[in-house]
């Protein structure tokens, strides 16, 4: 149970985190895979293959860049993966979560940091 739980807050964090620098929705986080990333070395890249809902036509999503601890994320549930999606279920089998899932994350970042969620 220890181990689930902070598999839950490292992913829930990363999302956050990612939310809140790119200022993007959930739906792109979502749709973020493992190959779309590219590792540097002091940064990350990730490009956005994907018609998100704010995608005009004719016009793709720039790549995000990250100066972040994205690899300590990777490295640390890579033995648990069973999708090759970014943020992964804490819940056996590992699988890719839903855009939901990553809803519920943040409001529970949000509880944690004090902020009442009633939205």
């Not at 959930?26 to 493992?34: A, D, E, W």
């Not at 793709?60 to 990777?74: G, N």
């Amino acid at each position: 149970m220890h181990e689930r739980n902070n598999i839950l807050m490292l992913g829930a964090k990363l999302s956050m985190l990612f939310l809140l620098l790119s200022g993007q929705r959930c739906q792109t986080l979502h749709l973020i895979c493992l190959d779309d990333i590219i590792f540097e070395d002091n940064s990350v890249i990730i490009p956005t293959p994907h018609l998100l809902k704010t995608s005009k036509p004719g016009r793709h999503q720039s790549p995000f860049t990250f100066h972040t601890s994205l690899k300590e994320y990777v490295n640390r549930n890579k033995g648990l993966r069973t999708t090759d999606q970014l943020i992964i279920s804490t819940i056996r089998p590992h699988g890719a979560v839903s855009k939901q899932t990553i809803g519920q994350w943040m409001k529970l970042i949000m509880l944690k940091a004090g902020i009442h969620t009633s939205f």
